[in-house]
């Protein structure tokens, strides 16, 4: 810890209840979260874990099923001391909302749970399940009074991705959510908001005096949102057939990332303040017609390849996928915002699977400057000047600008100045849900979604949805896995005058 840190606190006891603890999440992300958090001591010292299978099973089956993932996902050396201790206070038991009775059964064994681990009654729900279950096992959670909070015990629902699949079905899951339990105790939950440099823009841009003054159109050209991935579908094919590039990842995961690049000030920094600035730019983005959106977007769909040493399969001979299958597996898509701030300032943003290069970047683009001084230098030898917030595969800030090279004679040349965060603060790796988790438990849900938030990035997102379902496979174009995506991507930004910054793996 640095001198200007504050010491984090220890949450409240509780319990934390998994539905969904045997698939993939759980194992993969949210136990080695929690391993980590227990590693660095910042798990309630009263604590008990309640596995939720739908089918019965041990809970010694089920602690030896999660210690295999930790050693296979976990982030840093696993200790098997402290595995040990966070993994002793799991218990596994079984509901499945298709029997009303298992959910009464379970709160009899977690109300038991309770009063022997001396949690407090306080209950965190994680469901860790695929989105069709988030509505049933809520019904049941209020039915039975699992969520009431009473007594002074908090009770906190944590809801995965996908919420909703368009705007119609959000407003719906909301609508139920909120018969159930209200909004403070919801945590809709996003992965990407626990990374250190996602939660960076915010100080990056109002702790710092040389950067929010220009942080508008009187000074930014335009804005690149980048979230490319070199992994294919693989075994997921059913989801994603469903899904797609667009739902799986722009109203959710390139939205986020927008409004905290996009957002006003807040009048203070605390949870409604940052969340209501958030829902403001969401719903300031402007509603597209069906025509325009198809004139501002490029979808595509890859075909067989090779990765580094991975063969990749045509998406359309993918297991599950079906072969006349119109589903895009890449989304670019122009944005504009109305509001004062971004009047005239173009978002592109752009997400696929089965690129050459795995990348997440904000790249802010500033205007240039007048050429007067330096008209004896070739314009193509000016740098352009750009600040680019990386976020993965490493975290960092680089800043891209022009200065004179040495010599008697005045020449110009670019240079980069780059910060990462493993080169200063020396911080373990972590899953990204360790923040989050730590959030649920405190009660601090600023890095949360909100219902207006959710239902605003939809709004944004549904005549593209509308626009692509018409077409059918008109206008979906085709790439190679391995390439840097369709070739009329380019065209979205050339027609403006403008090109996509040349991504490279890292800012090493």
């Known amino acids: 810890m640095t001198e200007n840190q504050s010491?984090?606190?220890?949450?409240?006891?509780?319990?934390?209840?998994?539905?969904?603890v045997t698939g993939d999440l759980a194992h993969r992300l949210v136990v080695p979260a929690l391993y980590n958090l227990a590693a660095t001591d910042l798990l309630p010292d009263n604590f008990c874990v309640v596995g939720i299978a739908r089918k019965a099973m041990s809970t010694d089956a089920l602690r030896d099923s999660l210690m295999e993932g930790l050693r296979q996902f976990a982030t840093r050396p696993v200790d098997d001391a402290i595995a040990g201790r966070l993994l002793e206070c799991l218990t596994c038991t079984e509901a499945d909302p298709k029997d009303p009775s298992s959910f009464d059964k379970m709160r009899e064994q977690l109300e038991k749970l309770e009063a022997a681990r001396k949690t407090g009654g306080n209950r965190l729900f994680y469901l860790a399940t695929p989105p069709d279950a988030f509505a049933s096992i809520s019904k049941e959670l209020g039915r039975t009074g699992l969520l009431k909070e009473e007594k002074g015990a908090w009770r906190r629902l944590v809801v995965e991705k996908p919420f909703g699949t368009d705007l119609a079905s959000a407003r719906a899951l909301n609508s139920e959510l909120l018969k159930i339990i209200d909004e403070q105790q919801i945590y809709r939950i996003d992965h990407y908001l626990g990374k250190e440099t996602v939660q960076n823009i915010l100080v990056l841009r109002f702790a710092n005096g040389m950067f929010e003054p220009i942080w508008n159109r009187n000074h930014i050209d335009h804005i690149q949102i980048t979230v490319d991935e070199q992994l294919g579908v693989g075994h997921r094919g059913s989801f994603y057939d469903a899904t797609g590039a667009l739902r799986d990842m722009v109203?959710?995961?390139?939205?986020?990332?927008?409004?905290?690049?996009?957002?006003e000030p807040p009048t203070r920094f605390d949870a409604y303040s940052v969340r209501s600035e958030k829902a403001e730019v969401l719903s300031a983005i402007q509603t597209q017609s069906e025509?325009?959106?198809?004139?501002?977007?490029?979808?595509?769909?890859?075909?067989?390849?090779r990765i580094?040493?991975?063969?990749?399969?045509?998406?359309?001979?993918?297991?599950?996928?079906?072969?006349?299958s119109t589903t895009e597996t890449y989304a670019a898509l122009k944005l504009t915002i109305d509001n004062w701030r971004w009047a005239g300032v173009p978002f592109y943003l752009r997400t696929g699977k089965a690129l050459g290069i795995k990348r997440t970047e904000?790249?802010?683009?500033?205007?240039q400057a007048p050429f007067a001084m330096f008209r004896d230098?070739?314009?193509?030898?000016?740098?352009?000047?750009?600040?680019v917030i990386s976020i993965e595969p490493t975290e960092g800030i680089m800043l891209q600008f022009n200065t004179k090279v040495p010599g008697p004679t005045i020449n110009?040349?670019?240079?980069?100045?780059?910060?990462?965060?493993?080169?200063?603060?020396?911080a373990e790796?972590?899953?990204?849900?360790e923040t989050l988790i730590y959030d649920c438990m405190i009660g601090d849900n600023i890095l949360f979604q909100r219902a207006d938030s959710v239902e605003a990035g939809w709004q944004a997102v549904q005549p593209f949805l509308d626009a692509w379902k018409k077409a059918g496979a008109k206008g979906l174009e085709s790439y190679k896995a391995g390439s840097e995506g369709p070739a009329h991507a380019e065209e979205l930004l050339k027609r403006d005058g403008r090109s996509w910054r040349k991504l490279a793996a890292r800012i090493d």
């Open 291 to 305: 025509a325009d959106a198809l004139k501002n977007s490029v979808r595509g769909q890859y075909q067989g390849g």
């Open 308 to 324: 580094g040493d991975t063969d990749i399969p045509d998406y359309l001979k993918t297991e599950d996928v079906k072969p006349n």
């Open 412 to 426: 110009v040349d670019g240079v980069e100045m780059k910060f990462r965060y493993k080169d200063y603060f020396k």
């Open 429 to 433: 790796p972590a899953t990204g849900y």
């Open 377 to 387: 230098t070739p314009v193509d030898r000016l740098s352009q000047n750009y600040l």
């Open 362 to 367: 904000v790249a802010i683009k500033f205007k």
């Open 251 to 263: 109203h959710n995961h390139l939205f986020q990332l927008l409004s905290l690049v996009a957002m």
């Open 7 to 20: 010491p984090q606190t220890k949450p409240d006891p509780c319990s934390f209840v998994i539905f969904g």
